[in-house]
């Protein structure tokens, strides 16, 4: 039973244009939402996070849209940059107790230049 | 300051051999994680830790265990490897407080044939 989905395993996107990506939730007891980028051969790194008391949280060219009704959050990146040509993973967790992360596929975003 | 260090890189192991994976933080994090990742998917949780002496399973404990003797170092134990623990293994580490996140190490790929 897949609690943090990622339907589009793949997404291309020009460079300069607006890149976004999106993730599905369905367990209501998660309060804390986090992107992760991952480049070949390399460990995931934090890229931005979210808690569910916000609808948005900006930074630089990162900006996560968190709808809470629908279990739904977004990644925006503008503008694109053949940089952030990666995988990202969104990852979804309680804020208190284990923080135990809950993934999703991840989605390989490919910036064309 | 290192983060998160794993060993070794790269493995493989003939069916029904044992080995353990390395993993060491040095920012004096209380809480630590085993996730594996297969291909195609996001990272499954195997094993956590939230200090020394105190050990949980995750989503997929079974054919893995782990011990936590020291804040630092938290190995995983594959006591009999089967195909179907050919993955890449993420060890990662976090203070544990309410909005931090964890740091991941750069993974262990492990080929079991």
């Known amino acids: 039973d897949q609690q943090v989905k990622q339907n589009s395993p793949s997404l291309s996107v020009q460079e300069g244009r607006i890149s976004i990506l999106n993730c599905d939730y369905t367990?209501?007891?998660?309060?804390?939402f986090l992107w992760y980028k991952k480049y070949p051969a390399e460990g995931p790194t934090f890229l931005i996070s979210?808690?569910?008391?916000?609808d948005k949280n900006e930074d630089g060219r990162f900006t996560v849209f968190l709808n809470k009704s629908a279990k739904h959050l977004s990644l925006h990146i503008v503008p694109s940059q053949p940089g952030d040509s990666a995988v990202y993973f969104c990852?979804?967790?309680?804020?208190?107790?284990?923080?135990?992360?809950?993934f999703g596929q991840g989605t390989r975003l490919t910036i064309n230049p | 300051n290192a983060g998160v260090t794993q060993t070794p890189k790269f493995r493989i192991l003939k069916i029904g051999q044992s080995m353990t994976l390395q993993c060491t933080q040095d920012?004096?994090?209380?809480?630590m994680y085993w996730y594996r990742q297969d291909p195609g998917m996001g990272l499954k949780l195997i094993y956590y830790?939230?200090?020394?002496?105190?050990?949980d399973k995750g989503e997929v404990p079974n054919g893995y265990n782990v011990s936590r003797s020291t804040t630092e170092d938290f190995p995983l134990r594959l006591e009999l490897a089967a195909p179907s623990q050919t993955s890449v293994y993420f060890c990662?580490?976090?203070?544990?407080?309410?909005?931090?996140?964890?740091?991941f190490g750069p993974g262990t790929r492990l080929l079991v044939l």
């Open positions: 990662a580490s976090s203070l544990g407080v309410a909005l931090e996140t964890q740091y």
């Open positions: 830790s939230v200090g020394a002496g105190i050990t």
């Open positions: 920012m004096n994090h209380n809480y």
């Open positions: 990852a979804a967790r309680r804020i208190q107790g284990a923080q135990k992360l809950v």
């Open positions: 367990n209501s007891m998660f309060d804390y």
């Open positions: 979210i808690s569910s008391i916000k």
